[in-house]
């Protein structure tokens, strides 16, 4: 069975869930060989080796921490030409596409991003992508017709599911070259968000927009996020205002996220926000305008005063978690 | 300093947006047709790199002739002139196409810094800056939140979902910017009117050394085998606040075990 590059994301400890997505995907399209870049793998092996993982090639440099994406691509490229795999996947991160494009143009391959399921053609064409556009209103069944297909995979799309493997370390031989160290990191700034869940990988979302009327507001947004272990979201009005930091502005110029539960909290639902959240499995909505659009979205939704129901809800859930 | 911003015209979010059964592209005719909003916070930057170091702004845009429009709306900004790619070969190209027709433009216009927004609204890939910095051989500083340059380097602000990365570079490189850059201006009526003056030089896939068959879908490395309209979600269960909103929400949440 050929064999399936599935490229880790991680921290240099700890691999992300993302990857545990991938590699379920990958699993049934292939044998899953994870590439992973910089240190870590050792202790991340018994994770991977959990959800299918066969091999584990690792290329233990810096480099691939000290500049953007381009070693990474170069990485790949490299194996793609050794290994022949019958796919390459990615995580549909900001980094994880670049990789795919750079890794595209590398080897004249085609590439297909934000893919939320991947399907056997049958034949020998290659797999198909389904992709959620503009917004979510439409469906689409993408392919590769040239080279190895690269397919970035959108976070949370993917049901993880476990599978024993025996993620045999092997370690690769390759030296990044100066071209591939051209923009180099000088330092990473970690925005505070506590103990949350990143905002892409959450299986629960807790978003506020306009509604809150001011950032000291969004404290409420965080309680309830905390209460259901949850990442917090804003919309672009609420990002706009500076009340809440754009990097989690959910929506088309935002981040587009996918979780099991979303919650919108004073957020009318223009299309601009529901073209980032649409795909969420299940849709609670407070707002106090019946009229407000996101109430089409909703399998639940109050009609009320977000100050007065959401610290109830927050209270119940505590009551709920105590009891 | 010699900066050049990339542009494409795009269906607006807010009309319906449609593929052709016919091919599977983009209906270009169902939607009326805006600038790609990031890309108005590229050519803010732009003017601003021009303000702070001289030189010119050139607009490069790939995309069917009625572009135009948005080439013009780049040009009332203020910059000083513009290169449109139009060709009927072009339509369904990806963004393997894509970045190729384009780094075959920009070599012929030369850049210091090529600015661009970090995605499109319709297709959303959020490759081309990688794909352009690759093609091109260039520093690859992507989805800045802040850009300060001496002339010579390069450093911004990369946004990631845990904050931020600094990275530093040398010129010439390919920025791609994030909405939170800076605030786009408005076009003034004098920019507007002079608009109209300013050169727009049109280019053909011959200009460029192409062939017909090497762009445009059947050249692209990709296609759409087939596309649906996402069924409407069932209607949900909307309760108004008796005092009892936020208990009700719980007891949802407990229903489908998310409590």
């Given at each position: 069975?050929?064999?399936?590059?599935?490229?880790?994301?991680?921290?240099?400890?700890?691999?992300?869930?993302?990857?545990?997505?991938?590699?379920?995907l990958?699993?049934a399209?292939?044998?899953?060989?994870?590439?992973?870049?910089?240190?870590?793998?050792?202790?991340?092996r018994?994770?991977?080796a959990?959800?299918?993982?066969?091999?584990?090639?690792?290329a233990?440099?810096?480099?691939?921490?000290?500049?953007?994406?381009?070693?990474?691509?170069?990485?790949?490229?490299?194996?793609?030409?050794?290994?022949?795999?019958?796919?390459?996947?990615?995580?549909?991160?900001?980094?994880?596409?670049?990789?795919a494009?750079?890794?595209?143009?590398?080897?004249?391959?085609?590439?297909l991003?934000?893919v939320?399921?991947?399907?056997?053609?049958?034949?020998?064409?290659?797999?198909v992508?389904?992709?959620?556009i503009?917004?979510?209103?439409?469906?689409?069944?993408?392919?590769?017709?040239?080279?190895?297909?690269i397919?970035?995979?959108?976070?949370?799309?993917?049901?993880?599911?476990?599978?024993?493997?025996?993620?045999?370390?092997?370690?690769?031989?390759?030296?990044?070259?100066?071209?591939?160290?051209t923009?180099?990191?000088?330092?990473r700034?970690?925005?505070?968000?506590?103990?949350?869940?990143?905002?892409?990988?959450?299986?629960?979302?807790?978003?506020?927009?306009?509604?809150?009327g001011s950032g000291?507001?969004?404290?409420l947004?965080?309680?309830?996020?905390?209460?259901?272990?949850?990442?917090?979201?804003?919309?672009?009005?609420?990002t706009?205002?500076?009340?809440?930091?754009?990097q989690?502005?959910?929506?088309?110029?935002?981040?587009?996220?996918?979780?099991?539960?979303?919650?919108a909290?004073?957020?009318?639902?223009?299309?601009?926000?529901?073209?980032?959240?649409?795909?969420?499995?299940?849709?609670?909505?407070?707002?106090?305008?019946?009229?407000?659009?996101?109430?089409e979205?909703?399998?639940f939704?109050?009609v009320?005063?977000l100050?007065?129901?959401?610290?109830?809800?927050?209270?119940?859930?505590?009551?709920r978690a105590?009891? | 300093?010699?900066?050049?911003v990339?542009?494409?015209?795009?269906?607006?979010?807010?009309?319906?947006?449609?593929?052709?059964?016919?091919?599977?592209?983009?209906?270009?005719?169902?939607?009326?047709?805006?600038?790609?909003?990031l890309?108005?916070?590229?050519?803010?930057?732009?003017?601003?790199?021009?303000?702070?170091?001289g030189?010119?702004?050139?607009?490069?845009s790939?995309?069917?002739?009625?572009?135009?429009?948005?080439?013009r709306?780049?040009?009332?900004?203020?910059?000083?002139?513009?290169?449109?790619?139009?060709?009927?070969?072009?339509?369904g190209?990806?963004?393997?196409?894509?970045?190729?027709?384009?780094a075959r433009?920009?070599?012929?216009?030369?850049?210091?810094?090529?600015?661009?927004?970090?995605?499109?609204?319709d297709a959303?890939?959020?490759?081309?800056?990688?794909?352009?910095?690759?093609?091109?051989?260039?520093p690859?500083?992507?989805?800045?939140?802040?850009?300060?340059?001496?002339?010579?380097?390069?450093?911004?602000?990369?946004?990631?979902?845990?904050?931020?990365?600094?990275?530093?570079?040398t010129?010439?490189?390919v920025?791609?910017?994030?909405?939170?850059?800076?605030?786009?201006?408005?076009?003034?009526?004098k920019?507007?009117?002079?608009?109209?003056?300013?050169?727009?030089?049109?280019?053909?896939?011959?200009?460029?050394?192409?062939d017909?068959?090497?762009?445009g879908?059947t050249a692209?490395?990709?296609?759409?085998v087939?596309?649906a309209?996402?069924?409407?979600?069932?209607?949900?269960?909307?309760?108004?606040?008796?005092?009892?909103?936020?208990?009700?929400?719980?007891?949802?949440?407990?229903?489908?075990?998310f409590?």
């Open positions: 069975m050929a064999e399936i590059l599935v490229l880790a994301e991680h921290d240099g400890e700890t691999v992300k869930k993302v990857t545990t997505e991938l590699l379920t990958a699993r399209h292939g044998e899953p060989a994870v590439v992973w870049t910089g240190d870590g793998a050792d202790g991340a018994a994770r991977l959990e959800f299918g993982a066969a091999k584990v090639y690792v233990d440099s810096a480099d691939y921490a000290d500049y953007v994406v381009a070693p990474k691509a170069e990485l790949l490229a490299h194996l793609v030409a050794e290994k022949a795999p019958a796919a390459v996947l990615v995580a549909a991160t900001s980094e994880g596409r670049e990789v494009g750079r890794l595209a143009v590398k080897t004249g391959s085609g590439v991003t934000d939320t399921g991947l399907t056997a053609a049958g034949d020998t064409d290659g797999p992508g389904e992709q959620s503009f917004g979510g209103a439409i469906t689409v069944q993408s392919r590769v017709r040239t080279g190895t297909p397919v970035a995979v959108r976070p949370n799309a993917v049901t993880p599911e476990a599978a024993p493997g025996t993620a045999e370390i092997e370690p690769v031989s390759f030296t990044v070259s100066d071209d591939a160290k923009a180099r990191v000088t330092g700034v970690v925005a505070e968000r506590g103990a949350r869940p990143e905002l892409t990988e959450a299986s629960i979302v807790v978003s506020g927009g306009r509604g809150l000291e507001h969004f404290a947004i965080e309680q309830l996020a905390d209460s259901l272990g949850a990442a917090v979201g804003a919309s672009r009005a609420a706009d205002a500076g009340w809440y930091p754009h989690f502005q959910v929506g088309q110029t935002g981040k587009t996220v996918s979780p099991q539960l979303y919650v909290i004073g957020i009318s639902g223009a299309i601009q926000h529901r073209a980032g959240m649409q795909t969420s499995k299940t849709i609670m909505v407070v707002n106090k305008d019946p009229e407000a659009p996101i109430f979205l909703a399998d939704g109050v009320g005063d100050f007065k129901v959401v610290p109830q809800l927050v209270e119940e859930i505590g009551k105590a009891g | 300093m010699n900066i050049v990339l542009v494409k015209q795009v269906p607006d979010t807010w009309s319906e947006r449609k593929l052709r059964a016919s091919d599977n592209t983009l209906d270009r005719d169902a939607a009326d047709a805006v600038i790609n909003e890309d108005e916070y590229a050519i803010e930057e732009g003017l601003r790199l021009q303000e702070a170091h030189g010119e702004v050139t607009i490069v790939m995309g069917p002739e009625k572009a135009t429009d948005a080439i709306k780049a040009l009332s900004m203020g910059a000083d002139k513009a290169v449109h790619v139009t060709d009927e070969a072009l339509r190209s990806d963004g393997l196409v894509t970045s190729d027709v384009l433009v920009l070599g012929r216009t030369g850049f210091d810094v090529v600015i661009l927004g970090s995605e499109s609204t959303r890939m959020g490759t081309l800056a990688a794909m352009l910095a690759e093609r091109l051989g260039v690859q500083m992507s989805f800045a939140s802040k850009v300060e340059t001496d002339g010579s380097k390069i450093s911004i602000h990369r946004q990631a979902d845990y904050g931020y990365d600094t990275l530093e570079a010129l010439p490189a920025v791609s910017v994030v909405e939170k850059i800076n605030e786009p201006r408005y076009p003034s009526f920019g507007i009117m002079a608009a109209k003056k300013k050169p727009v030089e049109t280019l053909s896939l011959t200009d460029l050394g192409l017909a068959g090497e762009a879908l692209s490395a990709t296609e759409v087939s596309f309209n996402r069924p409407p979600r069932a209607a949900g269960t909307i309760v108004t606040d008796e005092g009892d909103g936020g208990v009700k929400a719980a007891e949802f949440l407990a229903a489908r075990k409590i």
